[in-house]
């Protein structure tokens, strides 16, 4: 396994984040095309998790939120890969990036069907429930 990023949205690892993102939001999720791919990309720093034989498997998204803050976003695997640890393996390596980029804090809106698994990686709620894109979400932080 082995992870990439760029913030270029013009070359290969972009597109395959794409790939996965329209697989898992717009396909899986019905997420409009038009929510998910938003204007912040340019602005982005896009991460993918590829297997040895070079299939991506997994992608989420840094977007600078307010100083010493990062926003991670559009976290997904594809349904193939599931259970597998390969979610765990790019926030830790998205959260290596931000902690040697200066940043202190990480927030997120996570699905609230994904919330323990962010538990697990130590983030913890703040605020009330809220929709995004039709599904139900809650802030969550993690100081690194």
């Not at 990023?5 to 899986?28: G, M, P, W």
């Amino acid at each position: 396994m082995y992870t990439r990023h760029t913030n270029n949205t013009l070359n290969k690892i972009y597109s395959d984040a794409l790939a996965i993102r329209k697989q898992v939001f717009i396909e899986e999720q019905q997420v409009p095309r038009k929510r998910e791919i938003d204007a912040d990309e340019p602005h982005a720093i896009h991460f993918v998790l590829y297997t040895e034989q070079k299939e991506a498997v997994a992608t989420v998204r840094l977007l600078a939120a307010k100083q010493n803050t990062i926003k991670l976003q559009r976290m997904a695997v594809v349904k193939q890969a599931r259970k597998k640890g390969y979610g765990k393996i790019i926030m830790k390596e998205a959260e290596s990036y931000a902690k040697n980029n200066g940043y202190h804090k990480i927030i997120l809106g996570a699905q609230i069907t994904a919330r323990n698994f962010y538990h697990n990686l130590g983030y913890q709620e703040e605020g009330d429930f809220f929709l995004d894109a039709g599904i139900q979400h809650i802030t969550m932080m993690k100081k690194i």
